[in-house]
């Protein structure tokens, strides 16, 4: 298979994979990726899940708040329902500040 027809094929996987991503829920989307994870543990074991969850989630999150807010911090931390000083903690913590 040429290169480019690789690149094409994985081009349309990804397409196809986000247009059905956009019909499910934020919740079956997140279970979709777990139960994925599992599956690729094949028998492993797994450690601090919820650790692991949270880092992957936080920074894309806060991330996409801030700009849809335009990077109005005030705005992000309202919207994110968290005090400006955590909101700021965190945005320092994954390298998102100022």
């Known amino acids: 298979m040429s290169e480019a027809l690789r690149v094409d094929s994985v081009i349309t996987t990804i397409t196809e994979s986000k247009a059905e991503a956009s019909s499910q ?3 079956e989307c997140v279970k979709d990726a777990i139960d994925c994870y599992f599956q690729q543990l094949d028998g492993h074991p797994a450690g601090d899940l919820y650790k692991m969850v949270m880092d992957e ?3 894309p999150l806060f ?3 801030l700009e849809y807010t ?5 705005k992000a931390s309202e919207l994110l329902g968290i005090n400006r000083g955590t909101l700021r903690k965190k945005l320092k913590l994954y390298g998102l500040h100022d």
């Open 25 to 27: 829920t934020l919740r």
């Open 70 to 74: 335009g990077g109005n911090q005030s």
């Open 57 to 59: 989630v936080e920074e």
């Open 63 to 65: 991330r996409s708040v």
